[in-house]
């Protein structure tokens, strides 16, 4: 089973922004779609973007306009970068495929998002 490690995740003032990054320890062209989840503190785990294997993307309709994924198939990793961050973008990001299934998550990244 491919095994996901993210990064990239710290604290940041509102307005500010941060890369994340997800690597995976094997190929990922075989997995359709990829997405990038969060989880905030007392809250649902969310997706909140997702990628196809051919580029295409898909957005929460609260990050829209803010956060861009890619996909790398190539280097076996997946991107998010997020401007324009707000404190209720505040949780821990997680990447995985989409539907997840079986696959186990990573341990994630925290994104603090504060003044």
């Known amino acids: 089973q491919v095994q996901l490690v993210e990064s990239g995740g710290g604290l940041v003032q509102p307005g500010g922004s941060l890369r994340l990054s997800c690597a995976a320890s094997?190929?990922?062209?075989?997995?359709?779609?990829m997405g990038w989840y969060r989880q905030a503190p007392g809250k649902q785990r969310e997706l909140v973007a997702q990628i196809t294997r051919g580029g295409s993307t898909n957005y929460a309709d609260s990050v829209k306009g803010r956060f861009t994924i890619s996909r790398d198939n190539a280097k076996n990793t997946v991107t998010l970068q997020m401007n324009s961050l707000k404190p209720e973008d505040t949780a821990v990001y997680y990447c995985n495929a989409v539907p997840r299934g079986f696959r186990s998550w990573g341990q994630g990244t925290q994104v603090t998002v504060s003044s």
């Open positions: 094997g190929s990922i062209f075989s997995i359709n779609v």
